[in-house]
């Protein structure tokens, strides 16, 4: 059975940074595509960004409003995906969940979401 | 505002058929790009429920159905259940954008 758990959210102030993890089970970690999905409090998705496996280089590529803030990383020894939060800004205020990534598939699994709150 | 628009609400009553539209364009799925659909219950993570226009997932019901054409996609439930009240969204891809899209989601009552 496939199982992504995240971790890592909390309260932060504006400007701070945080990281976020997923641990994955149940599927071949090191190959698969990961992904940060997001929703704000009573709003809708957002994609945050992606990171492709090992064997496609590890490819990393993000959402516009978080480019240049956030980081994607993988430990594929412990099957951890993490989100590093630079610069946060209230607008980030959200459920950050991790999911994987299938092409032709889309977002095919998802984890339970950790809450990341960016106040004063 | 989304790239993907789609109606903020629908409803129906048990046993009813209602759809769900996903309105793109040329950067979308006028270019190729499939559309994704996901069901979101009250306080849980989304979950996949249609994927490549069509295509279901094990275990989502045939109740639910996926079609794509042009610039536009739709997703339709028929006999409707009170299980089905969720929200639903859309998701491909944009090149206008360079990542992957979601519709700023549906909210479905059943009635």
């Given at each position: 059975?496939?199982?992504?758990?995240?971790?890592?959210?909390?309260?932060?102030?504006?400007?701070?940074?945080?990281?976020?993890?997923?641990?994955?089970?149940?599927?071949?970690?090191?190959?698969?595509?990961?992904s940060?999905v997001?929703?704000?409090?009573?709003?809708?998705l957002?994609w945050?960004?992606?990171?492709?496996?090992?064997?496609?280089?590890?490819?990393?590529?993000?959402?516009?409003?978080?480019?240049?803030?956030?980081?994607?990383?993988?430990?594929?020894?412990?099957?951890?995906?993490?989100?590093?939060?630079?610069?946060?800004?209230?607008?980030?205020?959200?459920?950050?969940y991790?999911t994987t990534y299938t092409?032709?598939r889309g977002f095919d699994y998802w984890?339970?979401?950790?809450?990341?709150?960016?106040?004063? | 505002?989304?790239?993907?628009?789609?109606?903020?609400?629908?409803?129906?009553?048990?046993?009813?058929?209602?759809?769900?539209?996903?309105?793109?364009?040329?950067?979308?799925?006028?270019?190729?790009?499939?559309?994704n659909?996901y069901?979101?219950?009250?306080?849980?993570?989304p979950k996949l429920?249609?994927y490549?226009?069509?295509?279901?997932?094990?275990?989502?019901?045939?109740?639910?159905?996926?079609?794509?054409?042009?610039?536009?996609?739709?997703?339709?439930?028929?006999?409707?259940?009170?299980?089905?009240?969720?929200?639903?969204?859309?998701q491909?891809?944009?090149?206008?954008?360079?990542?992957r899209?979601f519709?700023?989601?549906?909210?479905?009552?059943?009635?």
């Open positions: 059975e496939v199982q992504l758990v995240e971790s890592g959210g909390g309260l932060v102030k504006p400007g701070g940074s945080l990281r976020v993890s997923c641990a994955a089970s149940g599927f071949g970690f090191s190959k698969a595509w990961m940060w997001r929703q704000a409090p009573g709003k809708g957002e945050v960004g992606r990171i492709k496996s090992k064997s496609d280089v590890g490819a990393t590529d993000y959402a516009a409003p978080v480019k240049g803030r956030f980081s994607i990383s993988r430990d594929d020894s412990t099957n951890t995906l993490f989100l590093q939060m630079n610069s946060l800004k209230t607008e980030d205020t959200a459920v950050y991790c092409t032709g984890g339970q979401g950790t809450l990341v709150a960016v106040s004063s | 505002q989304s790239v993907l628009t789609q109606p903020p609400s629908v409803s129906g009553a048990p046993g009813q058929r209602v759809t769900i539209s996903c309105t793109g364009s040329s950067t979308n799925f006028g270019a190729g790009y499939d559309v659909w069901q979101q219950l009250p306080g849980t993570a429920l249609i490549g226009n069509a295509n279901r997932p094990s275990g989502v019901p045939d109740r639910f159905s996926g079609s794509k054409s042009g610039t536009s996609a739709s997703l339709a439930i028929t006999g409707l259940q009170a299980e089905d009240e969720a929200d639903y969204y859309c491909s891809y944009d090149t206008s954008l360079g990542g899209v519709g700023g989601g549906t909210k479905l009552t059943v009635l």
